[in-house]
């Protein structure tokens, strides 16, 4: 429950959470533990948004070499796009840390079962139990 071992696909690393046996799911050692998590994870991108400020300001020039001019602009393109979908992921995060807060966290919104302490830790923002969002996935590849 602590900040400090294994990563998982954010930019930070956590102890994973030992369940404890016939422990509630979502208890409150759960959720705080989930809760840290996810506001690490904020934290870590918001600092991400800070950092690419500060380089587009300090690295903008006006570079009279064509070429030189449009390797800078690819280069912040890119960086906006990468920020772009950090800003999405952080408005899960949000949505996420609400759910805790009223008490939906952890439960697959399309059926309600819980969708389980692995699958949060591996991806926190998770809103769909393995079984749904594997339906999604199939459904999603029969549309186009």
Same mark, same amino acid.
């Given at each position: ?49 800070? &950092? ?5 300001? +300090? @690295? ?7 070429? %030189?001019?449009?390797?800078? #602009? *690819? ?11 950090? &800003? ?5 995060? +949000? @949505? ?7 008490? %939906?966290?952890?439960?697959? #919104? *399309? ?11 591996? &991806? ?6 393995? @079984? ?13």
């Amino acid at each position: 429950m602590t900040n400090s071992a294994k990563p998982i696909s954010s930019p930070f690393s956590f102890t994973p959470y030992i369940e404890k046996e016939g422990e509630e799911y979502m208890n409150e050692a759960q959720l705080k533990h989930f809760e840290m998590i996810l506001n690490n994870w904020r934290a870590e991108l918001m600092h991400e948004v800070d &950092r690419t400020v500060h380089h587009m300001q +300090d @690295d903008a020039a006006n570079f009279p070499d064509p070429n %030189d001019r449009a390797t800078q #602009e *690819s280069e912040f393109s890119l960086e906006l796009r990468t920020r772009d979908r950090e &800003r999405r992921l952080i408005k899960k995060i +949000d @949505d996420s840390l609400k759910e805790i807060e009223s008490g %939906d966290y952890g439960y697959c #919104e *399309s059926c309600g079962i819980e969708i389980g302490i692995r699958r949060l830790e591996a &991806r926190p923002t998770a809103t769909l139990c393995i @079984d749904c969002k594997t339906l999604d996935e199939i459904r999603e590849k029969q549309m186009g």
